[in-house]
């Protein structure tokens, strides 16, 4: 990177750093993206893990989980865990399910899941 560049990277925010970062990094799947998606149709996407949370819904546990692709997010729940080994902040994973919006979210529950490099 020439100083051209360095004094680009100086000026430009975080988030639009991330923003370009995640967009170049799935750039090579062929998944829809997370600002694509279609509600109640079955889809392939992948993303970086930015939140994990455990939260109980109806008194059974759940782990919640926000991906992001760069170009929007998604929230995706795993009912009856406290935990799922290989989850952790800043892993890519490539989710398999139906989404759904919930208030102002766009939410996939159980879907099948797998970790990427």
Request: aromatic content about 6%.
């Amino acid at each position: 990177m020439g100083l051209r560049g360095f004094g680009k990277r100086l000026s430009t925010d975080k988030k639009e750093i991330d923003t370009e970062r995640l967009c170049k990094r799935f750039d090579k799947f062929d998944f829809t993206r997370l600002g694509e998606l279609q509600c109640r149709t079955r889809t392939k996407v992948a993303g970086e893990i930015k939140r994990i949370r455990i939260k109980p819904r109806s008194g059974i546990p759940s782990v919640e989980i926000v991906i992001n692709d760069g170009t929007g997010e998604a929230t995706v729940v795993f009912s009856g865990r406290r935990n799922i080994p290989g989850i952790d902040h800043g892993r890519c994973l490539m989710i398999d399910g139906v989404p759904h919006r919930d208030r102002d979210r766009i939410v996939m529950l159980n879907p099948a899941y797998t970790l990427l490099g």
